[in-house]
């Protein structure tokens, strides 16, 4: 219950009209930082729906992939410049916002990741990683502004933003390619 209380305050914080209107006025700290935290909130509710309803995620999510193909859906529809924008000057797509990352991205995550092997995980991670190259190079290379609420310095720093997080799940991948976790244990 703890977590679901944490992950419920994280919530309710990340909509506070200032906290949002902060948030969303720079690219890199919308796409980077306050989706993620409402996936973390979602992510840490999860626990508290797992255990109110076991039978549906375990039905319907049984062997992880349907929750994983959910988050991604959910992922990529947030990562395109046009909804990024939209969340701006749409009430119902910025109210979309705050329920789809916690709801249909985190909990379903916080369901499938303990579910997929180590394969399926390595598999999602280089996903990411070459979409968020590809989203990177999207938001690098377009001479033209993507997003009216942004200027195209904020979606160059943005697709950089990207690269560096591709970077990040290779070096990641590399690891849990060359080291033996049961080395540790």
Not at 35 to 42: E, S, V
Not at 72 to 88: G, K, Q, S
Not at 111 to 122: A, F, M, Y
Request: charged share 10%; with cysteine.
């Amino acid at each position: 219950m703890g977590q679901f209380i944490a992950g419920l305050l994280l919530l309710l914080a990340l909509m506070i009209p200032p906290v949002a209107t902060l948030m969303e006025s720079v690219m890199i700290i919308h796409m980077h930082m306050q989706m993620p935290m409402l996936i973390i909130a979602g992510f840490f509710m999860g626990r508290f729906f797992l255990d109110r309803f076991p039978q549906f995620f375990k039905k319907y999510n049984q062997n992880g992939l349907p929750g994983i193909l959910l988050f991604t859906i959910i992922m990529v529809y947030w990562m395109l410049p046009r909804t990024m924008d939209e969340a701006l000057t749409v009430q119902t797509v910025e109210a979309f916002k705050f329920i789809s990352l916690p709801f249909l991205a985190g909990v379903p995550l916080r369901d499938s990741w303990k579910k997929l092997n180590k394969v399926g995980r390595n598999n999602l991670i280089t996903l990411f990683a070459v979409m968020f190259i590809g989203f990177g190079w999207l938001y690098i290379q377009s001479n033209a502004q993507l997003c009216n609420n942004y200027l195209v310095i904020d979606q160059i720093i943005l697709g950089w933003g990207f690269i560096t997080m591709a970077i990040c799940l290779v070096i990641y991948l590399a690891y849990s390619l060359l080291v033996d976790p049961s080395q540790y244990e």
